[in-house]
């Protein structure tokens, strides 16, 4: 959001002329003007050392304005820039209360609006999208973060004409480039993504992201001159080491979906180095160890009456790539169920309490910290967050993956949530993430050690759960779903108390938008290429296979 603020300060940084009068009236409005001038010194500064990563230095000269000019709403404003990626609720407060002291700043909304969404609250998020664009009907970057939340509130139909209107506006916008052929792969329509994807790549246009998208509208058979374009891109440092990422991830999925398995593995290799992610195992495992500790069967069945009764919540976790969209998708093509993606409320309501804070050497005394009214107060909330996506569903699915981290918390929250359990080939698991470009939040992945590490702790924390919840986390196990599609399609739909609905067999014929990595797969039938995929690349992952240790399946 930065890369914004020049727009926001013009309206700001303009110290009036010093007033020629003597009169007490124009002393006061000299020395009003020289704290204003001093003021825009300061925060001028403060914006150079937030993008030289100075940002304590910036923060602490932000406050000094706020000392000398409460509520001074460009220093609020860069607050929240500030705790971006760090702190979300303190940008959200930040940025609520720039927009409270200057409500005709665009930016402002715009800024408010897409953390809003990056914590899953859509409503306020298109809200202030809404406002901004009502200020400034021609700012692309609202149009575009707006057809972003229609996207990822199920409405990828009505992000379309807002990413067209933003390629009207400029062209060559780059998140309105890549925005429209999301949203049109959102919607399973990969061959129109796909032309726009090679047009923004002509235009030199966020080549790298642009390449990687546009490798995975489809498989391909046979080589295509895409590969040769790409590894072309790879000889120049100008693309950075984000745009290098990416760029070595499409080589590789491409060079795997020609069977050229040691090439695509070498780029994949390279890709996840690039990328420069580093995953504090140690500290995970404490925090592993404290979840454990804390979270005892005696605990939850003392608190199990504080909680909300309803039955509509169901959460699907386990590991990224483990099955969790396939079956969502299978879910929620009946009738009564409602897949509402990935949300990520359960893990906001989990920062709040300290329960997800990795530092957080006191888990049991954050737990002890939840009354039986904060219990119910959080629980209703939750529901009527859940409910405002779909009113009238019996079932309401978060497949949010790394829910696995807070089953606890959900058994708090909801007794009667069910809870499906997405477990894949703990070698095939690892593979399939090891071979995305995901962000920093999945850097355990980035390593191959490293990754077989972690899931060593996944799978220790759900045993756990499992003995906390006996009997109520149902496992749904990938290659026993491939394996027996309509079988266990109806396991799941009798776990969720349903009566079975045929339309959960053709579950990649839904409409509406599709989120995920998994696009294009879920809009396939169900097929076993995936099973055992890791015998392609075994001798490329022994330090993966030697991590896993007896978890390996070998």
């Known amino acids: 959001m930065s890369n914004r603020l020049p727009p926001a300060w013009a309206k700001h940084l303009r110290t009036p002329p010093s007033p020629k009068s003597a009169s007490p009236k124009a002393a006061s409005s000299k020395a009003r003007s020289h704290r204003s001038h001093a003021d825009d010194l300061l925060l001028r500064q403060a914006l150079e050392w937030q993008q030289a990563v100075r940002l304590s230095e910036a923060e602490e000269l932000c406050h000094r304005v706020l000392a000398r000019t409460p509520n001074h709403p460009l220093a609020l404003y860069i607050l929240g820039t500030l705790g971006l990626d760090f702190d979300d609720e303190k940008s959200l407060r930040y940025f609520a209360r720039a927009v409270a002291e200057d409500p005709q700043n665009p930016y402002y909304h715009l800024s408010l609006g897409e953390t809003y969404l990056k914590v899953s609250e859509f409503t306020p998020a298109i809200q202030h999208f809404q406002y901004a664009l009502e200020l400034k009907p021609d700012l692309v970057e609202a149009l575009c973060a707006l057809g972003d939340a229609y996207n990822a509130f199920d409405k990828g139909e009505m992000a379309l ?22 949203a049109l792969a959102s919607l399973g329509r990969m061959d129109e993504a796909a032309v726009h994807l090679k047009e923004a790549i002509e235009r030199r246009i966020a080549v790298p992201a642009a390449h990687n998208a546009l490798v995975r509208t489809r498989k391909f058979a046979e080589e295509p001159p895409e590969l040769g374009a790409i590894l072309t891109e790879l000889q120049d440092p100008g693309h950075g080491p984000e745009g290098a990422a990416a760029l070595h991830h499409a080589a590789g999925k491409l060079l795997n979906d020609l069977r050229r398995y040691k090439e695509a593995m070498d780029h994949f290799k390279k890709g996840n180095q690039a990328g420069g992610h580093t995953f504090d195992l140690q500290s995970y495992r404490r925090w592993v160890d404290g979840m454990i500790a804390t979270f005892t069967p005696e605990l939850v069945t003392s608190r199990a009456a504080f909680g909300n009764p309803s039955e509509a919540p169901v959460f699907v976790v386990g590991m990224p790539r483990s099955g969790t969209t396939l079956t969502e998708q299978i879910c929620a093509s009946h009738s009564n169920v409602h897949g509402a993606g990935e949300l990520s409320k359960l893990r906001r309501t989990a920062n709040g309490l300290g329960v997800a804070d990795r530092s957080n050497v006191n888990l049991g005394q954050s737990i002890a910290m939840i009354t039986p009214n904060l219990t ?37 929250l909801f007794p009667k949530a069910r809870i499906i359990h997405c477990r894949r080939d703990a070698i095939d698991n690892c593979i399939s993430c090891f071979v995305l470009q995901f962000n920093k939040a999945h850097s355990y992945s980035a390593d191959l050690e490293t990754l077989g590490l972690y899931y060593r702790e996944y799978d220790r924390l759900m045993r756990h759960w499992d003995k906390v919840f006996p009997g109520r986390i149902f496992e749904n196990r990938y290659e026993t779903l491939i394996e027996n599609q309509e079988e266990q399609s109806r396991r799941l739909i009798d776990y969720l108390g349903l009566p079975w609905d045929d339309a959960c067999l053709r579950f990649f014929d839904r409409g509406g938008s599709v989120n995920t990595y998994s696009n294009w797969q879920v809009r396939q039938p169900i097929y076993t290429s995936s099973v055992k995929r890791w015998k392609n690349y075994e001798s490329e992952i022994q330090p993966l296979i030697e991590a896993l240790g007896d978890l390996a399946e070998v």
């Open 161 to 182: 004409p807002l990413f067209e209107k933003a390629l009207r506006i400029d062209r060559n916008h780059p998140v309105a480039r890549l925005g429209l052929p999301r």
């Open 376 to 412: 119910r107060a959080l629980a209703e909330e939750h529901l009527a967050y859940l409910r405002e996506r779909a009113p009238g569903s019996l079932r309401i699915i978060d497949k949010m993956p790394h829910n696995f981290e807070l089953i606890g918390l959900v058994g708090l």
